[in-house]
Antibody, heavy 118, light 107 residues
Framework: EVQLQQSGPEVGRPGSSVKISCKAS????????MNWVKQSPGQGLEWIGW????????DYAEKFKKKATLTADTSSSTAYIQLSSLTSEDTATYFC???????????WGQGVMVTVSS | DVQMTQSPSYLAASPGESVSISCKAS??????LAWYQEKPGKTNKLLIY???TLQSGTPSRFSGSGSGTDFTLTIRSLEPEDFAVYYC?????????FGSGTKLEIK
């Protein structure tokens, strides 16, 4: 069974960074691109970017290029997103989601709530 | 970026009824449109991709149609478990973009 298990809620101070993990199981981690999606409180979904775990290649939405850094550890089948220079605008739930070719996001993590607070 | 306009934002219906949700793209996305279901306490679920292809496990009462810029998700004979939030998403080009969501509630 495919599962994407994300780490627990995070609280970050303004100006600091947080790093969230997404551990994949039930499939070959390097066979699928992993995406990250942001959902601000009471809002819709925003695509942040993707990482190809096999090659480490990445792509980001323009507004997240200086905010998010995507990495992957193939030895542990875990994808990460680091959010830097936190502001109140970064308070949101962050999801990892696997994508298969031309099918959309077929599996999602449960989401991680990040709260930015002093 | 492709803007996705989803409507209505809110929909109330009774079990057994049929409903439709619209999603319009700001430019042609061919048929590369996915629909997702969001429910509290559950991971988001891919229902339909490429406009009309049902993801494995999606009940047949769900259907998707459209191409180019206009798409529709139809749910026939609503079941209690269908009351949720639905999002469309274009997967034709990057950056991937989502509609603003439709909350389907029980009347």
């Amino acid at each position: 069974e495919v599962q994407l298990q994300q780490s627990g809620p995070e609280v970050g101070r303004p100006g600091s960074s947080v790093k969230i993990s997404c551990k994949a199981s039930g499939y070959t981690f390097t066979d699928y691109v992993m995406n990250w999606v942001k959902q601000s409180p009471g809002q819709g979904l925003e695509w942040i970017g993707w990482i190809d775990p096999e090659y480490g290649s990445t792509d980001y939405a323009e507004k997240f290029k200086k905010k998010a850094t995507l990495t992957a550890d193939t030895s542990s089948s875990t994808a990460y997103i680091q959010l830097s220079s936190l502001t109140s605008e970064d308070t949101a739930t962050y999801f990892c989601a696997r994508v298969a070719v031309a099918t959309g996001f077929d599996y999602w993590g449960q989401g991680v709530m990040v709260t930015v607070s002093s | 970026d492709v803007q996705m306009t989803q409507s209505p934002s809110y929909l109330a219906a009774s079990p057994g009824e049929s409903v439709s949700i619209s999603c319009k793209a700001s430019k042609s996305i061919n048929t590369y449109l996915a629909w997702y279901q969001e429910k509290p306490g559950k991971t988001n679920k891919l229902l339909i991709y490429s406009g009309s292809t049902l993801q494995s496990g999606t009940p047949s009462r769900f259907s998707g149609s459209g191409s180019g810029t206009d798409f529709t998700l139809t749910i026939r004979s609503l079941e209690p478990e269908d009351f949720a939030v639905y999002y469309c998403q274009q997967h034709n080009e990057y950056p991937l973009t989502f509609g603003s969501g439709t909350k389907l509630e029980i009347k």
